[in-house]
Structure formats: C-alpha cells, structure tokens
C-alpha cells in the first residue's frame, strides 16, 4: 500500500514536472505568434496606406498623361479581390516601381504639386515596411524553426499551428548598409 503511494506520488511529480516544462515551451510559443500577429496586423495597416496612395498616383498618371496601362489593374482590382498581405506587397511594389519610370520619362508629372509628395509618402511607408518586414521575418523564421523540433512540434499539432510564409524584398540590414556606403568621411 505504501509502495502505491510512492507510486502515486512519484508519477504526479513526473507529470507535473513535464507539464511545467510543457507550459513554458507553450509560453515561447505565444510570444513568437503574439509578435507575428502584431507584425502582420501594422504590415496591413502599412499596406493599405501605401495602396491608397499608389491609387491616388495611378490616377494622377491616367489623367495626366491619358493612360491607362495593363500593370496597374492588379492593383486596381486589388480590394475586389483576395490576396494575402505578402502578394499584396508584391503587386504595390510593383506598382510604385513602374510608377516612378513612368515619372522619370514624363516630364509633366513634375508639375503636379502633389505627386512629388505622395511619392515621399509612399518612401516613408516602405521605410516602415521593410522594418516590419524584416522583424516578422526574424520572428516567423524562428517560429518555423520551432514547429520542427520537439516539444513544439507536439504543442503546434494539438493547437493546429501551421508553418508561416516570408515576405521577400528588402531587409532593414541591407537599407542600413546602403546608407552607410554613400556617406562621405
């Protein structure tokens, strides 16, 4: 009977001891979903502003200059349809590229006043993009990483997570180099 008890007491401590350890692989978890989530959440908010604007230009170059180019109605249609922040990322940017050739071989959009200021929007936007950018990169890397292990990849399954896709472009490194090379000592 007193061997049951030791038993007993024994197990709950195995158990207890491998919940705890189990609780904190979870709490990791969360932080990195938790910084993930809050990433994804200002990249869509980014998003939609720089989409705003990247129409407004659109539309400031169609009545311009009387065009209407095939490459920007991805971006037209972008708010009928369903693409995910990272595709959404991709036409923008784009979008902006073919904006600012089109600026460069036309003269008369530096006339308008407010073109020249939507693009410097535009540039702080994706100032804050690539940084966001970069740290949901870092963070889902490292969370993709951790489904592939054990415990995490046990915690994942019973809470049905999935591997996180990155976003491709410019990282907050690279800006930094860039800048750091064209200053003059």
């Known amino acids: 009977m007193i061997t049951a008890v030791y038993v007993i007491g024994i197990v709950f401590l195995v158990g207890s001891l491998i919940g705890i350890f189990l609780l904190l692989k979870n709490d990791k978890l969360n932080t990195l979903v938790y910084k993930i989530d809050m990433c994804e959440k200002d990249i869509d908010n980014h998003l939609k502003k720089k989409e705003e604007n990247v129409l407004r230009l659109i539309s400031i170059v169609n009545r311009q200059l009387n065009l209407d180019l095939k490459e920007f109605e991805k971006v037209k249609n972008l708010k009928a349809s369903k693409v995910n922040n990272i595709e959404k990322d991709k036409l923008l940017t784009e979008a902006v590229d073919e904006i600012k050739k089109v600026y460069a071989d036309n003269s008369e959009l530096s006339e308008v006043k407010s073109f020249d200021g939507i693009l410097k929007d535009i540039d702080n936007d994706e100032i804050s993009l690539i940084s966001l950018r970069t740290l949901y990169n870092k963070s889902t890397g490292e ?11 046990l915690l994942s399954k019973f809470r049905k997570l999935l591997i996180k896709p990155l976003y491709q472009g410019i990282e907050l490194q690279e800006v930094i180099e860039k800048e750091l090379s064209n200053l003059v000592i």
């Open 143 to 153: 969370y993709n990483m951790l489904l592939g292990r054990f415990p995490y990849g």
